[in-house]
């Protein structure tokens, strides 16, 4: 493909991961699953795609290093269990579920 094209493909997939990361951590678990699940399915997204792209924004962001280092830890488990046979929407849950905890642990003592 020329540059331009590829410097679109580049900007649609930054904007869809942000996106994605907007949902993780912004929206409800059923908001987050779905919304994850739509953009996986209208760009045609492998589960595993996904998740390495979320590690990556991951490390771009400041969190207390216990909820960082768990989070991390995680998405390297969920990306192993995504290279066997596996159920991606049970994975996704699991994406959705791993991403609440280190919300939860980020959130300010009441």
């Known amino acids: 493909p020329s540059l331009p094209l590829l410097s679109l493909l580049s900007l ?13 951590f912004n929206d409800s678990f059923e908001d ?3 919304g994850v699940l739509d ?4 760009c045609g997204v492998a589960l595993i795609d996904v998740v390495r792209a979320v590690h990556a924004e991951v490390l771009t ?6 909820v960082f280092a768990k989070l991390l830890e995680d998405l390297a488990d969920l990306e192993y269990r995504l ?10 849950g ?3 579920a791993m991403v609440w905890a280190a ?3 980020m959130s300010p003592a009441k």
Not at 19 to 24: A, K, R
Not at 61 to 66: S, V, W
């Open 12 to 24: 649609s997939l930054w904007l869809q991961v942000k996106q994605i990361m907007h949902l993780l």
């Open 61 to 66: 962001y400041n969190m207390p290093p216990m």
């Open 94 to 96: 699991s994406l959705v």
């Open 103 to 105: 919300r939860s642990g």
């Open 39 to 42: 953009i996986q399915t209208s």
């Open 32 to 34: 987050a699953y779905s």
């Open 83 to 92: 290279t066997t046979a596996t159920a991606e929407k049970i994975q996704l």
